[in-house]
């Protein structure tokens, strides 16, 4: 039976799930009518230990503690977060959550409209540049960090150094982003190591394809800004003036071979050659190595060797695996525990990226972002994640990285998305626990930001700009002028942020769910009285030394009343008697032990009961 709960029964609490007071002593079971090695409801995947809990911060805003917000505003309006700003108060607050990596976003020098000439660094050309801060992903200089996020801009590589030691005394790990597959037009190296040769400075430009280029160009054509661009709106932007000097033009970095790319194309940059040749139907020319396989492998052991503890790697399939395959080895002579994580969108590709290219870890956007994302809106169900598990990830789930925001996409508390962050708790349950792979959530999530309010470049869409120079409003209220301590947080914030705080520390503590199997039981409940295996979702986690019961309601307004079966196959599997009494604590609202499994489960809520015999 369900019912609507009063809004005060819905608000977060430490009664998520509860028990109804007639007694059951014993775990109920369902007939075994199947051997576990075929049962349709787990996988015969041997399960590792990948368990990282990654925390990302967008560098530039993370410590920005102005609140003006000007659209397209400057540097000097808006203010950006520093190195500096990332302090042991911010760091230790960050590790409180269970977090154990820190992706720093956007480190690397960008095309930026910002003035850092007096620097010795050229000023780019706002007609290739998007938004006044730029692109963190159009890099002009592989070699170097941002001016924006130094204090001492001369220094500024001094900075990122100390930041990185800094996040290691506070005992967490450092990802930085890899962006491989393309550059700022405006690419040059000013801070190269001697002796490195810098990107396009040998090639042949005559040819439109040539193994040994760094670049693909469109031979006897000039490049052509895409018509209707206006950098800041209405401002003017430097050197804004409808032409860019690239002669011959180069082929645009979301493969575009063509002088003239689109205004919804990647125009501000321009793509890498690893000797593919897309025009004669993509013909490989990996023997010899190619120069630019080279290149980039120098620019890994670079980082690499500044101490980071591993890369998030933008657009991976655009990139050839075999590359991948041939440079992670690489780099891991040099950093054998170095961490490779590649932004993916092609579930058909996710296997041969792992064994062919030698990847830890692939997003699992499609899959099951894409599924919880429609169950927190209202429109899926938890079909979806059976998909996910039974058919898209089966064999290498733990490879999969799992989140619910980053810096591309929607937050959860925007109208664009499910408008109400309470809807991440069932759903980040699910992302945290189904598997022993990484998860990882965004700055600000954790006390629900909307991400609202046109930027500059960035429109009102529900995302947080990674274009312009900007305050995040909630996130700032956490940051309490750099005290880091929620000082300015309501009271549904702090609940918030201390559901995240149980959650990943549980995560990261729990033995079943960093090491165990997995069992799912929607089956085993089809039939069960107020189950709606539509809404609800229900799985077992379990090692030798702990098993876990986890179970989510995604309905937005309807409780569930329901006595959850779980099979004779599970308890076998579990090494449980059925006719042994159990107890069963919630540990992720830490709430005291009940004796049964007849549950209440209140709307977009998650319980993870420890099972343990009496």
């Not at 789930?397 to 109208?415: C, P, S, T, W, Y």
């Amino acid at each position: 039976m369900k019912t609507i709960l009063p809004a005060v029964a819905v608000a977060l609490s430490l009664a998520a799930c509860s028990a109804s007071q007639s007694p059951q002593a014993t775990v109920p079971a369902v007939p075994n009518t199947t051997s576990l090695a075929n049962d349709p409801n787990t996988t015969a995947e041997t399960p590792q230990d990948h368990k990282l809990i990654i925390y990302q911060v967008m560098t530039r805003l993370f410590g920005n503690k102005n609140t003006t917000n000007k659209f397209y505003g400057s540097v000097e309006e808006n203010g950006v977060g520093k190195f500096n700003d990332i302090t042991n108060p911010a760091l230790q607050a960050i590790k409180q959550l269970g977090v154990t990596h820190v992706w720093y976003t956007g480190v690397l020098e960008h095309a930026t409209m910002t003035d850092y000439t007096r620097y010795g660094i050229p000023l780019d050309d706002a007609d290739v540049v998007k938004g006044r801060a730029g692109s963190p992903y159009a890099i002009r200089d592989y070699y170097d960090v941002a001016p924006d996020l130094a204090v001492n801009v001369p220094r500024r590589m001094q900075e990122f150094e100390a930041l990185v030691q800094r996040t290691h005394q506070n005992g967490l790990k450092v990802l930085i982003d890899f962006i491989p597959n393309h550059v700022a037009r405006s690419y040059k190296s000013d801070v190269r190591p001697a002796g490195v040769v810098d990107l396009g400075e040998h090639d042949d430009k005559t040819q439109a394809f040539s193994p040994s280029n760094n670049f693909y160009y469109i031979p006897g054509q000039a490049f052509r800004v895409p018509a209707g661009y206006n950098p800041l709106g209405d401002l003017k932007g430097p050197g804004e003036d409808k032409k860019y000097q690239e002669v011959p033009a180069k082929a645009t970095g979301n493969d575009v071979f063509s002088a003239t790319p689109t205004i919804d194309d990647w125009f501000e940059t321009i793509k890498l050659n690893y000797g593919v040749d897309y025009a004669n139907n993509r013909q490989t020319h990996f023997e010899p190595i190619p120069d630019t396989w080279l290149k980039m492998r120098d620019i890994l052991l670079y980082w690499a060797k500044k101490d980071v503890d591993g890369f998030r790697c933008d657009m991976a399939e655009m990139v050839p695996v075999e590359f991948w395959g041939w440079v992670i080895p690489e780099v891991k002579k040099v950093k054998p525990d170095i961490i490779f994580a590649a932004e993916i969108y092609n579930p058909k590709q996710y296997q041969h990226y792992i064994e062919a290219g030698k990847f830890d870890y692939l997003y699992d956007k499609v899959g099951l972002y894409d599924g919880l994302r429609r169950l927190m809106s209202g429109q899926g169900t938890t079909d979806d994640i059976t998909h996910v598990w039974r058919e898209e990830s089966r064999g290498f789930a733990g490879n999969m990285l799992r989140f619910l925001e980053n810096h591309d996409e929607q937050r959860i508390a925007a109208k664009e998305f499910a408008g109400n962050p309470r809807a991440a708790i069932p759903a980040m349950t699910v992302t945290a626990t189904l598997a022993n792979g990484p998860v990882m959530l965004y700055m600000g999530q954790e006390v629900g930001e909307p991400g609202r309010g046109a930027s500059g470049f960035s429109s009102d869409d529900g995302r947080t700009t990674i274009f312009d120079y900007w305050g995040v409003p909630e996130h700032q209220k956490w940051m309490n002028g750099g005290k880091f301590d929620g000082g300015q947080l309501s009271e549904s914030q702090r609940q918030l942020r201390s559901f995240y705080q149980r959650l990943l520390t549980l995560t990261n503590q729990s033995d079943a769910i960093r090491r165990g199997r997995y069992y799912e039981l929607q089956q085993a409940n089809q039939s069960s009285s107020g189950y709606n295996p539509q809404q609800l979702y229900a799985y077992l986690r379990y090692t030798d030394k702990q098993k876990l019961l986890i179970v989510v309601n995604f309905s937005s307004s309807q409780s569930a009343q329901t006595q959850v079966q779980i099979p004779a196959a599970a308890m076998q599997a579990m090494g449980l008697e059925d006719s042994n009494s159990y107890t069963y604590t919630d540990l992720l609202n830490q709430a005291p032990p009940i004796d049964n499994l007849k549950l209440t489960v209140a709307p977009q809520s998650a319980c993870i009961l420890e099972i343990k015999a009496k």
